[in-house]
T-cell receptor
Framework: QQQVKQSPQSLIVQKGGISIINCAYENTAFDYFPWYQQFPGKGPALLIAIRPDVSEKKEGRFTISFNKSAKQFSLHIMDSQPGDSATYFCAASVSNTGKLIFGQGTTLQVKP | SQTIHQWPATLVQPVGSPLSLECTVEGTSNPNLYWYRQAAGRGLQLLFYSVGIGQISSEVPQNLSASRPQDRQFILSSKKLLLSDSGFYLC?????FGTGELFFGEGSRLTVL
């Protein structure tokens, strides 16, 4: 029940295309859903996050879509660029516990 | 501004040898501190977290231990390394539990041979 399942494991997109990564969770107590971006050899960094009181959050080319009833959320990267090539992790937590549970990660490659 | 440092960045150790990875945070006080391990294709696994000096919570029973001797220092240790301890170890901090945002260090890559 503590798991967050992420798909696909890897993704190849052409420059200018849309990258979509999906995550699903079971624990209905989760109330914070961030996405982290990690470049090779570096630690992950927060990209964008959402709470379950909204269904969508957009920051520049990055959008989180959240479906509370389906217990799913996804990251959309519009107009994908080669510089977006990285590993993306979804995560979830119960905010007053401070413990983030991460998905397995998606390696995104954007081809020029 | 706050910064987080981890060292060493890379470590190659034989099976059965001890381990000590260190993490320090600057620019904040009383942070929550975390150790995660990242194995290939398996995401980030929470190993330990700490809400204060000497307070350690273990998430996964294993060959590792953690200590927090000072407010902004977090140490990951092992007395005898196993092959399965190989991985990328990440220290992180957060300011309280409210936002859930973690700030990660650069990581320490451990190879056990």
């Amino acid at each position: 029940q503590q798991q967050v399942k992420q798909s696909p494991q890897s993704l190849i997109v052409q420059k200018g295309g849309i990258s979509i990564i999906n995550c699903a969770y079971e624990n209905t107590a989760f109330d914070y859903f961030p996405w982290y971006q990690q470049f090779p050899g570096k630690g992950p960094a927060l990209l964008i996050a959402i709470r379950p009181d909204v269904s969508e959050k957009k920051e520049g080319r990055f959008t989180i879509s959240f479906n509370k009833s389906a217990k799913q959320f996804s990251l959309h990267i519009m107009d994908s660029q080669p510089g977006d090539s990285a590993t993306y992790f979804c995560a979830a937590s119960v905010s007053n516990t401070g413990k983030l549970i991460f998905g397995q990660g998606t390696t995104l490659q954007v081809k020029p | 501004s706050q910064t987080i440092h981890q060292w060493p960045a890379t470590l190659v150790q034989p099976v059965g040898s001890p381990l000590s990875l260190e993490c320090t945070v600057e620019g904040t006080s009383n942070p929550n501190l975390y150790w995660y391990r990242q194995a290939a294709g398996r995401g980030l696994q929470l190993l330990f977290y700490s809400v204060g000096i000497g307070q350690i919570s273990s998430e996964v029973p294993q060959n590792l231990s953690a200590s927090r001797p000072q407010d902004r220092q977090f140490i990951l240790s092992s007395k005898k390394l196993l092959l399965s301890d190989s991985g990328f170890y990440l220290c992180a901090w957060s300011k309280g539990f409210g936002t859930g945002e973690l700030f990660f260090g650069e990581g320490s890559r451990l190879t056990v041979l």
